[in-house]
């Protein structure tokens, strides 16, 4: 499937905008370059349209998972991007720090922390912008 086809891919975009924000989307998407733009278009319809769009589980618990997973993975930089869709799916500061906690044990104290630094930053950012 590719941009402009109406179904999961569409999905994939409003998901990934209700989630992320628009700024964040049209910084990803519109600055993706001819070599890149596949894996955006994957990422889109597979990852926001194919699963993030599903009734299994609410978009809290799926933030919250991905706040794990990506600790698990020390992918900081998407841990940045997810801290504040988690914010945007209504997680309270207090179930991402719990979240992130919990990784101390399963991940290792060195991911959580740097973690911890990461989801600090960025809940600061948030609180700043108001």
Request: glycine letters at 8%.
């Given at each position: 499937?590719?941009?402009?086809?109406?179904?999961?891919?569409?999905k994939?975009?409003?998901?990934?905008?209700?989630?992320?924000?628009?700024?964040?989307?049209?910084?990803?998407?519109?600055?993706?370059?001819?070599?890149?733009?596949?894996?955006?278009?994957?990422?889109?319809?597979?990852?926001?349209?194919?699963?993030?769009?599903?009734?299994?589980?609410?978009?809290?618990?799926?933030?919250?998972?991905?706040?794990?997973?990506?600790?698990?993975?020390?992918?900081?930089?998407?841990?940045?991007?997810?801290?504040?869709?988690?914010?945007?799916?209504?997680?309270?500061r207090?179930?991402?720090?719990?979240?992130?906690?919990?990784?101390?044990?399963?991940?290792?104290?060195?991911?959580?922390?740097?973690?911890?630094?990461?989801?600090?930053?960025?809940?600061?950012?948030?609180?700043?912008?108001?």
């Open positions: 499937m590719t941009a402009g086809d109406d179904s999961v891919y569409d994939g975009v409003s998901m990934r905008r209700r989630v992320l924000g628009d700024a964040h989307v049209e910084r990803s998407m519109g600055s993706s370059s001819e070599f890149a733009r596949p894996v955006q278009d994957l990422v889109t319809e597979f990852c926001w349209g194919a699963v993030w769009s599903r009734d299994g589980l609410d978009l809290r618990t799926r933030s919250l998972l991905n706040l794990v997973m990506l600790t698990a993975l020390n992918r900081m930089h998407e841990l940045g991007v997810h801290v504040r869709g988690a914010v945007n799916n209504g997680c309270s207090d179930q991402i720090r719990e979240a992130l906690l919990q990784t101390a044990v399963y991940c290792g104290a060195p991911a959580a922390l740097e973690s911890f630094r990461v989801a600090e930053r960025v809940l600061a950012e948030l609180e700043a912008d108001g």
